[in-house]
């Protein structure tokens, strides 16, 4: 079945460090991708919709400085967190959907752990 | 208004038996989407089952079923004969045709299965 890769698993870096976080769907082409952060015991936020060519769409209250999407090709999506902050420490996670139909569920990546010292 | 509503935080089941999630959703759209999503502790997004808004038939995904009430609005999922592995979260989603790929997610319950 498609498989959605995301790299690194988990990161720890000193507060003012630039972290990048790479999303691939290994097995299929995905126009478009999703971030999500998440807090512990909490439901996925939506964070933005990576678009293959074009400009990510944020969510209302999140940071397009701050959280930086590329989408320069269709199995590749990158998120990088500028100059993180410890308040930026939380789950993101990513995924992406095979085709354009109704049943088909997104796929996601294991996420990436990210903890800001 | 909530898209998707979960109103069990936390439930706890005997090992063997059935459980039952709850999951509500609001939609004006006809055509939508239901999905259920297991995440263990180590955190990855396990997809478990879907219902099209369609569908006429309950969906059955080996040990996992979804009691799809349309009228009242509701995605239950079932799982029976509970195993330790199932101790974990369970989110519900919703994806609705006119806004596209866009998932609306439930805030999750928490599922514990007793030995």
């Known amino acids: 079945g498609a498989v959605v890769s995301q790299h690194p698993s988990r990161v720890i870096c000193k507060s003012g460090t630039s972290v990048k976080i790479e999303c691939r769907s290994l097995d299929f082409q995905a126009t478009t991708m999703f971030w999500y952060r998440q807090f512990p015991k909490k439901s996925l936020m939506l964070m933005a919709t990576?678009?293959?060519?074009?400009?990510?769409?944020?969510e209302q209250g999140v940071e397009k400085d701050k959280f930086l999407i590329n989408h320069a090709s269709l199995t590749l999506s990158t998120l990088t967190v500028t100059s993180a902050h410890p308040e930026d420490s939380s789950f993101y996670i990513c995924?992406?959907?095979?085709?354009?139909?109704?049943?088909?569920?997104?796929?996601f990546g294991d996420g990436t752990r990210l903890s800001i010292l | 208004a909530q898209k998707i509503t979960q109103t069990q935080p936390g439930m706890f089941v005997q090992e063997k038996e059935a459980v039952t999630l709850d999951c509500t959703y609001d939609?004006?759209?006809?055509?939508?989407?239901l999905f259920w999503y297991k995440q263990p502790s180590s955190g990855e997004m396990i997809f478990l089952i879907y219902q099209g808004s369609y569908d006429q038939q309950n969906a059955t995904e080996g040990r996992y079923s979804l009691n799809f009430q349309k009228a009242r609005k509701s995605a239950n999922l079932v799982i029976s004969a509970s195993q330790l592995g199932d101790s974990a979260m369970y989110f519900c989603?919703?994806?609705?045709?006119?806004?596209?790929?866009?998932?609306?997610f439930g805030t999750g319950t928490s599922l514990t299965v007793i030995p």
């Open positions: 939609t004006s759209d006809p055509s939508y989407g």
């Open positions: 990576s678009n293959e060519g074009s400009k990510a769409t944020y």
């Open positions: 989603a919703m994806r609705e045709s006119l806004t596209g790929n866009q998932f609306y």
């Open positions: 995924s992406a959907r095979e085709r354009q139909v109704n049943n088909q569920p997104q796929h």
